[in-house]
């Protein structure tokens, strides 16, 4: 049974905005880093970005990094990943990922995943 669980994902437009939301259990997730990866119809898990537990640090996969902003709210348990001028391209399943270690952008260092969130952006 995930532990993660992603909400916000929808059907838009190409340009339009997005806020994905990433919901975890509390105290034992504190300390993770947290990221979002999203799977595309027949491709690979791709890195999209990651935050540290303290949300000092942040990574973003280059294509993103000037319209995605990842963020956590430790009040609320929850990580957020607002997407702007969302493209075609970025179609997908979004999954939200936590790793208890330090950041990365490698999906096996990630230990526990929700079950994701669609986005589809039509053109």
């Known amino acids: 049974q995930a532990q993660l669980a992603e909400s916000g994902g929808g059907s838009v437009q190409a340009g339009d905005s997005l806020r994905l939301t990433c919901a975890y259990p509390?105290?034992?997730?504190?300390?993770?880093?947290m990221g979002w990866f999203r799977q595309a119809p027949g491709k690979e898990l791709e890195f999209i970005a990651a935050?540290?537990?303290?949300?000092?640090?942040?990574e973003y996969e280059d294509s993103v990094e000037d319209r995605f902003t990842i963020s956590r709210n430790e009040a609320k348990n929850t990580v957020l990943l607002q997407m702007n001028s969302l493209k075609p391209e970025e179609t997908g399943v979004y999954y939200c990922a936590a790793a208890f270690g330090r950041i990365s952008t490698t999906p096996d260092k990630y230990e526990s995943w929700g079950q994701g969130t669609q986005v589809t952006v039509s053109s």
């Open positions: 935050i540290n537990w303290s949300g000092d640090t942040t």
């Open positions: 509390g105290r034992a997730f504190r300390l993770a880093a």
